[in-house]
């Protein structure tokens, strides 16, 4: 049988009603299992995790972004996570029996019905991606929900599905097709935010650091700490092991401690090979987030 597993990202993290409504239409679709959702005041996302059939997962990734779509309003929203929109990114990836062939049917399908249905322009991203220029979400991403109301109507920018403009109240979606990708927090135990900066930079790959790492540093005002928020988009090349060993370094250089990790949704088993989680100073982890746990 094949599964495939879907991660979509909101842009909501303060209201539980709505992220528990979002993630309580995933899991009433037959063939559904909800494996994981998580929501952060700061970020003000949500996170959501499910896994199933081809079919179940389409059905599933359409019943939750729909309800998101009535409820979330980006013209008021703020938070320190990089977006785009209020269903911000969908992206589908292939587990066990499955082929990236497969998440890539999905990604287009959904992708195309969500821009009809919701009147939203959706750019395809990663393995579903219709051209080089638009493999990497973060570039989709430069310049966020703001910037992308103006260059959007550059031919460069045009959607690959939906209208030619940003829905003032949904803003944009980005929908993908990729590998498993590994969502890292490191929270150092300060509120200097140019440190974590500082830090995110020297370890991206997009600045000269590790392959395949993508970081930024963020300040979590609830809790006056800065942090080092970093997708990890190739855990076989760039190890947990290799940046929470190089943020802790760089933190230490200035007198720094890491307070603690946290993972986003699930990861690989591979993934922790060769470290424990309290070696990372990892929080709240349990088999649970072992994503071959539930294949």
Request: hydrophobic share 40%; net charge negative.
């Amino acid at each position: 049988m094949k599964i495939i597993e879907c991660i979509p990202n909101f842009s909501e993290g303060r209201d539980p009603g709505i992220v528990e409504a979002i993630a309580g239409a995933a899991a009433q679709v037959e063939g559904v299992k909800v494996l994981n959702f998580s929501m952060d005041n700061d970020h003000n996302r949500s996170v959501l995790t499910f896994i199933g059939s081809p079919e179940a997962v389409l059905n599933g990734a359409k019943a939750a972004c729909d309800i998101a779509a009535e409820l979330i309003d980006m013209r008021g929203h703020s938070g320190c996570h990089p977006r785009i929109g209020a269903i911000d990114v969908v992206p589908f990836v292939p587990l066990e029996g499955a082929q990236m062939a497969d998440a890539v049917e999905i990604a287009h399908s959904f992708g195309r019905a969500f821009a009809r249905k919701h009147d939203v322009p959706v750019y395809f991203y990663g393995e579903a991606a219709l051209g080089q220029e638009r493999m990497r979400l973060a570039d989709i991403r430069r310049g966020q929900y703001e910037a992308l109301r103006d260059k959007i109507d550059t031919p460069a920018w045009r959607p690959d599905a939906g209208p030619f403009r940003v829905n003032p109240r949904l803003g944009a979606t980005a929908v993908g097709a990729r590998k498993p990708l590994i969502a890292f927090n490191i929270n150092l135990n300060s509120n200097n935010i140019e440190l974590a900066r500082d830090i995110a930079k020297s370890i991206r790959h997009s600045s000269g650091g590790f392959e395949h790492v993508q970081a930024l540093g963020v300040l979590l005002e609830s809790r006056d700490i800065a942090q080092v928020s970093m997708n990890l988009t190739d855990y076989e090349t760039t190890s947990i092991r290799t940046v929470f060993d190089a943020v802790r370094q760089k933190a230490a250089e200035h007198g720094v401690d890491i307070l603690e990790s946290e993972l986003i949704g699930l990861l690989p088993r591979a993934a922790l090979e060769g470290v424990t989680p309290d070696q990372i100073k990892l929080l709240d982890f349990c088999e649970e987030r072992i994503i071959e746990c539930h294949c």
